[in-house]
């Protein structure tokens, strides 16, 4: 069983920064982010393997999102530059036992999610 409890979201404006933090009660073998916008589906942003560190990120994000792993504080971040209002949304960790993958349903475990705004 894993927990994981999100921080960080809040209200920036367009062109800023944020970085989010999960933070994980147990070992996965990969871990992602999602986000869900009003109205919308929930997507895939970026995620990565603990062991190794490889990476794979959504293209709408690329260049301007980085997710990392901190492993002695068993912390997942992703830091969030050159915002958009169109990147608000609940932003959602998640882990799962086998590899990288971009669908949710791959996922076994969720945060409970937190809120970025960004403002125009």
């Known amino acids: 069983q894993v927990q994981l409890v999100e921080s960080g979201g809040g209200l920036v404006q367009a062109g800023g920064s944020l970085r989010l933090s999960c933070a994980a009660s147990?070992?996965?073998?990969?871990m992602g982010w999602f986000r869900q916008a009003p109205g919308k589906e929930r997507e895939f942003v970026a995620a990565?393997?603990?062991?190794?560190?490889?990476?794979y990120s959504a293209d709408s994000v690329k260049g301007r999102f980085t997710i990392s792993r901190d492993h002695a504080k068993n912390t997942v971040y992703l830091q969030m530059n050159s915002l958009k209002p169109e990147d608000t949304a609940v932003y959602y960790c998640?882990?799962?036992?086998?590899?990288?993958?971009?669908?949710?349903?791959?996922?076994?475990?969720w945060g409970q999610g937190t809120q970025v705004t960004v403002s125009s």
């Open positions: 998640a882990a799962r036992w086998v590899g990288l993958s971009d669908r949710q349903e791959d996922y076994e475990y």
């Open positions: 147990g070992r996965a073998l990969a």
């Open positions: 990565i393997r603990w062991a190794g560190g490889s990476t």
